[in-house]
């Protein structure tokens, strides 16, 4: 019985934070200047993410568009750009999250690059938090990079009726605003840097879970396939890539101002 009065005064505390959380989100993005974005390299010093057929590694690549993605945004934006790495380190994923949850960033990009076995395989896909994967190839996806992370992290698993209540606050807090963030961010990718669209696409992804901002993660091409493995490798497009996500974000804030006119009244969301 102790318990389970726990775990209730619990999930009522952290659903107050929830509705709290949101609340700044909505109204920071719908007619207010994104104030804090995040960019989060993926990978990072001994995880090396996937390697291409020269050899090239997912986390440089991952780090050179990250760095670009911030000159950019720094340039259009009047907004503090944090990166969760700016050298070749390994940070863990509860650390990316919390790091952006610490400085109350209105937005939250992964940056990743694919693999497959099938060395053909190429194209941009955009992931958001969902704890049911949109199809095999989603669930592939995530799974590969969750792995990276396992050893030595703490990762939520169904087995605890607590964790469980606040894996689900976490995937649900900005999961419209999310799947809306997703999708800019993808057509500008296809529109403005002439990517081939593998389509927005929703997973378990562990740097995306406790995250209370939009948040998505972008897979920006296939480094096993020869020819992309070489277009991710040039500077040229990576700063295309670098654009064209920064045109996304730039439409996302777009849509949530014409979106607006959402005040907040006992605690709840309404619109004016």
Request: aromatic share 6%; net charge negative; hydrophobic share 45%.
């Amino acid at each position: 019985m102790a318990k389970i009065l726990k775990i209730a005064f619990l999930a009522f505390f952290f659903a107050l934070q929830a509705a709290s959380a949101s609340a700044v989100n909505v109204e920071s993005l719908a007619g207010e200047p994104i104030r804090v974005v995040v960019i989060d390299p993926g990978h990072g010093g001994d995880d090396t993410g996937a390697k291409g057929p020269s050899g090239m590694a997912e986390k440089d690549v991952t780090l050179s568009i990250a760095l670009k993605l911030a000159e950019v945004l720094k340039e259009r934006m009047d907004a503090r750009v944090l990166l969760t790495r700016t050298s070749d380190v390994f940070i863990p994923l509860e650390e990316r999250t919390a790091f952006a949850n610490a400085n109350r960033a209105d937005i939250f990009i992964s940056i990743h690059v694919n693999a497959a076995a099938n060395r053909d395989a190429r194209g941009t896909e955009t992931f958001f938090l969902s704890m049911d994967a949109t199809d095999e190839d989603a669930r592939r996806v995530a799974a590969f990079e969750n792995n990276a992370y396992q050893a030595g992290e703490a990762v939520f698993t169904g087995g605890d009726d607590l964790k469980d209540i606040l894996l689900d606050m976490a995937s649900t807090r900005s999961h419209h605003e999310s799947s809306t963030l997703a999708e800019a961010v993808h057509m500008s990718m296809l529109g403005k840097a002439g990517r081939e669209g593998r389509g927005v696409k929703q997973a378990r992804f562990t740097v995306l879970v406790g995250a209370t901002m939009p948040a998505v993660l972008v897979e920006v091409g296939f480094i096993s396939n020869p020819s992309e493995e070489k277009w991710l490798s040039s500077r040229k497009d990576q700063e295309l890539a670098a654009r064209a996500i920064a045109d996304g974000v730039a439409s996302f804030r777009e849509i949530m101002t014409r979106r607006g006119g959402f005040i907040e009244v006992s605690g709840k969301l309404t619109q004016d």
